[in-house]
């Protein structure tokens, strides 16, 4: 017999199918999607409304299998992260939630490291293993909402999700989307789209299939105003150049609606942090609706860079503040468990070829 369906792999869409190849009505997707996600029931026999026959046929063709959290760290400052066991060769991604005033944030991991090598980046320094699954992914919203759950309370909501963990969401395409369709469903979690955030270092082709199947909000990991630069810090800006990044960005702000792209722009001591490279971003971002956001680098060990002083950076924003653009200066938070952006280190199983620019598949 075939092996059971990990229903965590599948949208509300693929479930219907589903239900269907079993001769089950439709509906049940929507039954069963709700247990699952809005209500955290893993167990078959606890979902009242399904009929008795199909509760106990379903586990001859279904399972529901997550990930183990095998270690939790809190921050002083109240982030959360978790290492989840993804297999039995012990691969692991971090999943990490970031408590603020007025929002919950929850930071997902797509891949097992990942391929990219952008310099700045301790994921990148344990190269590739694999993509993620969809169960894999959405696996780790499902934990962790039952890792707060027993809060119950405004600080542990969780109200935004952003795909920045460790690896490149739209080099894992196919896996991503169910999984952005199941936070956007109002049977599932029920996130507003501008609340999800997928962020690239510039995977042009996954922007424009992002922009017609899911658009989300779309964060690009810009880190530079120039090609020269970019290209030694960000390799895969060899393959899809500036000027062939920002169009994209173009497309998708437009058929967006004109919501705003956020740019992330890690500041790097010496590197891309002198005022005329914030003057030349200006220019660069001059006709896309844009929102700027600093990174001050967060050090690893063995990291070839440093983080500019405060006056440098604030120097750098006021810049692009009179350019005319909004911008922030993201907060270093849970520093102390190396929970901050850049700092994310899983385990891979086996350290895999890492792939070159030149041939990253997608
Ligand atoms: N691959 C995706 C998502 C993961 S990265 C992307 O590149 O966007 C999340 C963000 O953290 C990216 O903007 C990334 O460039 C940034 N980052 C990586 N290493 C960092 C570090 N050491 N300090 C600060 N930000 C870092």
Redesign the pocket.
């Known amino acids: 017999m075939a092996d059971p369906v990990n229903l965590l792999n599948l949208d509300r869409g693929s479930m219907q199918a589903f239900f269907e190849d079993m001769g089950e009505k439709p509906f049940r997707a929507t039954q069963i999607v709700k247990w699952i996600h809005q209500l955290g029931v893993t167990d078959f026999d606890a979902m009242t409304n399904l009929s008795k026959l199909l509760r106990s046929s379903l586990p001859e063709r279904a399972e529901i299998r997550l990930p183990v959290i095998t270690h939790t760290q809190t921050s002083v400052d109240g982030t959360q992260k978790w290492l989840m066991q993804l297999d039995a060769t012990g691969n692991c991604v971090e999943t990490v939630f970031i408590p603020e005033e007025n929002r919950g944030t929850l930071c997902i991991s797509s891949q097992v490291g990942?391929p990219?090598d952008?310099r700045?980046?301790?994921t990148a320094k344990q190269g590739f293993n694999r993509n993620l699954s969809t169960a894999e992914i959405i696996a780790q919203l499902w934990l962790a909402m039952d890792q707060l759950h027993q809060f119950r309370d405004k600080q542990h909501r969780i109200t935004n999700v952003v795909?920045?963990?460790?690896?490149?969401?739209l080099l894992n395409f196919d896996n991503v989307l169910p999984a952005l369709r199941l936070m956007t469903d109002d049977q599932a979690y029920g996130l507003a789209k501008r609340r999800v955030t997928v962020?690239?270092?510039g995977v042009v082709p996954g922007i424009d299939r992002l922009a017609q199947s899911c658009n989300v909000a779309l964060?690009?990991?810009l880190?530079a105003a120039n090609d020269e630069i970019r290209d030694r810090i960000v390799p895969i800006n060899r393959k899809y150049p500036l000027a062939e990044l920002l169009a994209a960005c173009k497309r998708y702000a437009k058929i967006q609606g004109g919501e705003s792209i956020t740019f992330?722009y890690?500041m790097l001591n010496g590197v891309n942090d002198d005022t005329a490279q914030a003057r030349q971003l200006v220019r660069l971002l001059a006709d896309i609706p844009a929102k700027i956001n600093l990174?001050?680098?967060?050090?690893?060990p063995g990291?070839e860079f440093h983080c500019p002083d405060r006056n440098r950076i604030d120097a750098f924003r006021d810049i692009l503040v009179k350019g005319g653009f909004v911008t922030t200066t993201r907060k270093t938070r849970g520093d102390d468990i190396a929970a901050?952006?850049?700092?994310l280190v899983g385990q891979v199983r086996a350290r895999a070829q890492r792939h070159q620019p030149e041939k990253v598949t997608h």
Do not use: D, K, R
């Open positions: 990942c990219l952008c700045f980046c301790a795909m920045m963990g460790m690896g490149e969401p962020s690239t270092a964060a690009v990991s880190h992330e890690v990174i001050p680098f967060n050090p690893f990291a901050a952006c850049g700092q």
